[in-house]
């Protein structure tokens, strides 16, 4: 045998190994150069071409190793090849089931004797099944339905022998044992574990240990392809199925079994109940793992109610309705994202057993440094404060980009012909067709992973869509842009700090000299992710920082289906520093806007275990708000919660990030901090003892609300009676209480609203004042005084309230202040006098408007245009 002959014995395993026919493949061998991916075209493109662009034939091709050459021929004799659908081929499938397994038998030597070229017939299965590491003796029982006998004691070691074979890991790690051990005794399982753990490896080692069908569910197209990829390099073979394929043929080879393990969105496993029922008959479902699963949770239900309709997985695949099972098909459900609630809502919504084992491994992500930063998010200024360190990162090492960074920015920006790169092309071309409607995204993808991708008349509604939410500017304000560096996850154990001492900014700097060396260095060269919620920054950002040399790319739902996938491989093979993305990049998340959201963001960072940084840039001075939306009150409530819990984590100064993430989502955080984020290592802010300001304000709302004299405090009796006498049923806004205090009490006159607003969310903290509105809200609007806030007022004055200011506190108290004009605007447009100012102000800042031409062609396009061209006349 010569290295040609090996190289292409080489190629043959591989490709029937990932389910193709043994004719095609040495048909194409013998066309076509053999490398993997000419084969790969070369069979499809010719059963594309065959097909006519039908897919039955190539569906045929793939029963012919499902059913054995006798069913073979009799489909091709009855002449009705075209015709059949895909539950008659399946009976035809199952009516062949002895040959098949009379095929199995010879499974291992059949291989030998077709890697010498001698293949014939039955055979083919039996090569094509050794793929997932059967023996012969396990294939047979597995084709008796016996499970235990397949797996036998032994399961630990066998699986170690497979993923060692297949991707290179010497054995489990302890909570994908716990959810393997829950697969042997025929559980349904909940895997709730950190993005970046090693979930997915849980629902693949079933397929390959047992033989049978892995049917994933799984909400985005970019992550089926992803994985997809990935199992194809490892030999296992593996296919996607999203909504509105119209080729269909990938489909019908999934549905005979061709596949290891077969993805599939909500929407399209729906209907195909019936066809994977007699899948689960012929060659066997080992289990449906629904990938993503917070998805399901009822507050996800605007993102994907497809997600709640798996419930009749439960029903269609339990021994009690499909008799030739013993045990109902598990399901396995997995997310690194669910808060307690969401837990609850999955077990329910799924139809899970009460017996469900619940694998919980730790969210925390010891390698990832958080830190929030305060920026003015989309507007130019802000990109140039934002990225200057990132694009001295990139670029240091090129000359080109060096003399351009030490530039000034704003000045290069308005050259247009700034340098840019090959993975920017046509972005110019983006920017102008750019759309940004919610409703009519259509971008088109197709299926089977090693399809070559029918580009040409799909256009598909695809699951990114539905996530890749468009957010109108007030949104802007919330966690606007996260930073994270990304790279593989190698597996490495977490690192646990103990015996912190705690909070103070002195302890943590020295226990920060304390920390592993690992944790004290800069973060290596990396590519970025910056999640931005808009697909239209995601172009204008990608533009800007190309314009410094910066390797970027756009991505979002709306670009053309083969640019996403450029970058998608550029970006897995270092070629990009940065992708600017919605979230449509790489993951399935129910709420922008939330923590969920952020912190599945965040965990694309650091999967090889080293230093990731984790950025949120967050416009501190504005309080965000929700899009309107047709959400119900219960949802409107539970949106305002998620985000007001996420402008809560921004402002927070005085805890650790990854504890109050971690806490988030239930956990128990064991060390109390984390010693890398902004708060463990620049420290909490100095505290301040807030008494008289906080009584001022309790004080103020009280007596409007008729409770008076509740403390004898030096506040200007102004701003009381002010409040007084007014008609109670008339709400008061937070603002309206800081601007009658400024203006009242000159020691106040100078003080921001937003530090008002900031002291009012503390002492809503508090339990001293509540909101009196009805309709939830980020933060406090409308104070009441509660009996805590009553009490609080009859405490002595000389006993200090102590606080940590918060982010916005600070912001406000700055010399130079990084927000616009905001004090100003606590006075409100009810003074005359300030009126008159602010418009004359405003008017001397507006650029001067260009002299009509008197001789202008008026715009007949506009109806403004086609009435002046009237009175022209
Ligand atoms: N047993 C193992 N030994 C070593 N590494 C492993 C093991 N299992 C998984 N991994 C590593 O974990 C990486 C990430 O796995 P995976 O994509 O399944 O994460 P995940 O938990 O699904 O994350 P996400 O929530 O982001 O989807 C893999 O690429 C692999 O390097
Ligand atoms: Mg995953």
């Known amino acids: 045998?010569?290295?040609?002959?090996?190289?292409?014995?080489?190629?043959?395993?591989?490709?029937?190994?990932?389910?193709?026919?043994?004719?095609?493949?040495?048909?194409?061998?013998?066309?076509?150069?053999?490398?993997?991916?000419?084969?790969?075209?070369?069979?499809?493109?010719?059963?594309?071409?065959?097909?006519?662009?039908?897919?039955?034939?190539?569906?045929?091709?793939?029963?012919?190793?499902?059913?054995?050459?006798?069913?073979?021929?009799?489909?091709?004799?009855?002449?009705?090849?075209?015709?059949?659908?895909?539950?008659?081929?399946?009976?035809?499938?199952?009516?062949?089931?002895?040959?098949?397994?009379?095929?199995?038998?010879?499974?291992?030597?059949?291989?030998?004797?077709?890697?010498?070229?001698?293949?014939?017939?039955?055979?083919?299965?039996?090569?094509?099944?050794?793929?997932?590491?059967?023996?012969?003796?396990?294939?047979?029982?597995?084709?008796?339905?016996?499970?235990?006998?397949?797996?036998?004691?032994?399961?630990?070691?066998?699986?170690?022998?497979?993923?060692?074979?297949?991707?290179?890991?010497?054995s489990l790690k302890g909570f994908q044992k716990e959810v393997m051990a829950a697969w042997i005794a025929h559980q349904d399982c909940l895997v709730l574990a950190a993005t970046g753990s090693g979930k997915s490896l849980c629902?693949?080692?079933?397929?390959?240990?047992?033989?049978?069908?892995?049917?994933?569910?799984?909400?985005?197209?970019?992550?089926?392809?992803?994985?997809?990829?990935?199992?194809?390099?490892?030999?296992?073979?593996?296919?996607?199925?999203?909504?509105?394929?119209?080729?269909?043929?990938?489909?019908?080879?999934?549905?005979?079994?061709?596949?290891?393990?077969?993805?599939?969105?909500?929407?399209?496993?729906?209907?195909?109940?019936?066809?994977?029922?007699?899948l689960a008959e012929t060659r066997g479902i080992a289990l449906f793992a629904i990938d993503e699963v917070h998805c399901v949770s009822k507050w996800g239900h605007d993102f994907r109610p497809d997600y709640r309709r798996l419930s009749v997985l439960r029903e269609s695949f339990s021994a009690a309705n499909l008799k030739f099972l013993k045990y109902d098909i598990p399901l396995m459900a997995l997310t690194a994202t669910a808060t307690i609630g969401v837990r609850e809502d999955i077990l329910k919504s799924l139809c899970m057993s009460v017996e469900t084992k619940i694998v919980i491994t730790s969210f925390f992500r010891p390698n990832l440094r958080f830190?929030?930063?305060?920026?003015?998010?989309?507007?130019?200024?802000?990109?140039?404060?934002?990225?200057?360190?990132?694009?001295?990162l990139y670029t240091q090492n090129e000359k080109s980009a060096k003399k351009l960074i030490c530039k000034d920015l704003e000045s290069s920006l308005k050259n247009s012909s700034g340098p840019s790169n090959g993975s920017t092309s046509g972005?110019?071309?983006?920017?102008?067709?750019?759309?940004?409607?919610?409703?009519?995204?259509?971008?088109?993808?197709?299926?089977?992973?090693?399809?070559?991708?029918?580009?040409?008349?799909?256009?598909?509604?695809?699951?990114?869509?539905?996530?890749?939410?468009?957010?109108?500017?007030?949104?802007?304000?919330?966690?606007?842009?996260?930073?994270?560096?990304?790279?593989?996850?190698?597996?490495?154990?977490?690192?646990?700090?103990?015996?912190?001492?705690?909070p103070g900014s002195r302890n943590i700097l020295r226990q920060a000299e304390e920390r592993p060396q690992l944790y004290q260095g800069h973060v290596e060269e990396g590519p970025t992710i910056i999640y931005i919620p808009t697909r239209k920054e995601t172009l204008s950002l990608t533009k800007f920082l190309s314009r410094f040399g910066v390797k970027a790319a756009a991505y979002n739902a709306k670009l053309p289906k083969t640019h996403l996938r450029q970058v998608h491989k550029e970006f897995h093979e270092d070629e990009l520093q940065v992708v600017v993305a919605t979230v449509a990049f790489g993951m399935g998340i129910d709420k922008a806007n939330s923590l969920e959201a952020y912190y599945q963001e965040a965990g694309r960072a650091g999967r090889d275990g080293k230093l990731a940084d984790c950025v949120l840039y967050v416009n501190l001075s504005r309080m965000p708000t929700l899009l309107p939306s047709q959400r119900s009150v219960e949802q409107t409530k539970q949106a305002y919660k998620m985000l007001s819990d996420c402008f809560r984590y921004g402002m927070k100064t005085s805890c650790c990030r990854a504890k109050m993430l971690v806490e988030y989502f239930g956990e128990e955080f064991s060390q109390e901090r984390c010693l890398l984020c902004d708060i463990c290592i620049d420290g909490p802010p100095e505290i301040q003892d807030v008494k008289v300001e906080a009584t001022i304000l309790v004080q103020l709302i009280a007596t409007h609300y008729g409770y008076e004299n509740c403390q004898d405090v030096s506040c200007d009796d102004d701003a009381i009676h002010y409040f007084k006498g007014r008609n109670l049923t008339e709400k008061p806004n937070i603002r309206a209480f800081a601007s009658r205090i400024r203006e009242q009490n000159p020691t106040f006159a100078a003080s921001d609203l937003i530090w008002w607003r900031g002291l009012a969310r503390i002492l809503e903290d508090r339990?001293?004042?509540?909101?009196?509105?009805?309709?939830?809200?980020?933060?406090?609007?409308?104070?009441?005084?509660?009996d805590s806030g009553l009490r609080f007022l009859k405490s002595e004055l000389d006993q200090p309230f102590h606080v940590y200011p918060e982010a916005d506190m600070l912001l406000s108290t700055k010399s130079h202040k990084p927000y616009s004009g905001f004090s100003e605007w606590g006075k409100g447009w009810a003074d005359p006098e300030i009126r008159r100012q602010r418009l004359e102000r405003r008017r001397a800042q507006r650029k001067p408007r260009k002299p009509k031409s008197r001789n202008r062609k008026p715009d007949l396009s506009t109806v403004r245009g086609r009435l002046s061209a009237k009175f022209k006349k």
Not at 371 to 392: G, M, Q
């Open 427 to 502: 972005l110019d071309e983006m920017c102008k067709n750019e759309v940004h409607d919610i409703d009519d995204y259509d971008i088109s993808d197709d299926g089977g992973f090693f399809a070559s991708p029918n580009e040409n008349g799909l256009s598909v509604q695809y699951l990114e869509d539905d996530c890749d939410q468009v957010q109108e500017v007030d949104d802007l304000d919330v966690t606007e842009i996260g930073t994270v560096s990304c790279g593989e996850f190698c597996g490495q154990p977490p690192i646990y700090f103990n015996n912190c001492e705690t």
């Open 1 to 170: 045998m010569d290295g040609d002959d090996v190289t292409s014995d080489q190629i043959i395993a591989k490709l029937v190994d990932m389910g193709f026919d043994i004719s095609d493949i040495t048909e194409a061998i013998k066309a076509v150069r053999p490398s993997l991916d000419n084969v790969i075209e070369y069979i499809l493109n010719s059963s594309h071409r065959n097909n006519g662009g039908a897919s039955t034939s190539s569906t045929c091709l793939m029963n012919n190793n499902v059913l054995g050459k006798r069913a073979t021929s009799s489909l091709q004799s009855s002449g009705r090849m075209r015709q059949q659908n895909i539950t008659e081929h399946l009976k035809l499938a199952s009516g062949h089931k002895r040959s098949r397994t009379r095929g199995l038998c010879d499974a291992s030597v059949s291989k030998t004797s077709f890697l010498r070229g001698h293949v014939e017939g039955p055979e083919v299965f039996s090569i094509m099944n050794t793929s997932s590491d059967l023996s012969p003796e396990t294939f047979m029982v597995q084709s008796s339905c016996n499970d235990e006998e397949i797996i036998g004691f032994d399961w630990e070691k066998k699986v170690n022998n497979l993923i060692q074979k297949h991707f290179g890991y010497s």
């Open 203 to 278: 629902f693949q080692v079933p397929a390959l240990l047992s033989g049978k069908v892995v049917v994933v569910i799984s909400p985005l197209i970019s992550l089926m392809h992803d994985q997809c990829l990935k199992l194809g390099k490892h030999g296992i073979s593996a296919c996607f199925l999203g909504s509105g394929q119209l080729d269909k043929s990938v489909e019908m080879k999934a549905m005979c079994g061709a596949y290891n393990i077969i993805y599939v969105c909500p929407e399209t496993i729906l209907r195909l109940m019936k066809p994977l029922q007699s």
């Open 767 to 786: 339990g001293f004042i509540r909101d009196g509105d009805d309709m939830s809200h980020v933060q406090i609007k409308f104070p009441e005084p509660t």
């Open 371 to 392: 830190s929030v930063k305060h920026s003015r998010t989309s507007s130019l200024s802000s990109y140039e404060k934002d990225f200057r360190e990132l694009i001295r």
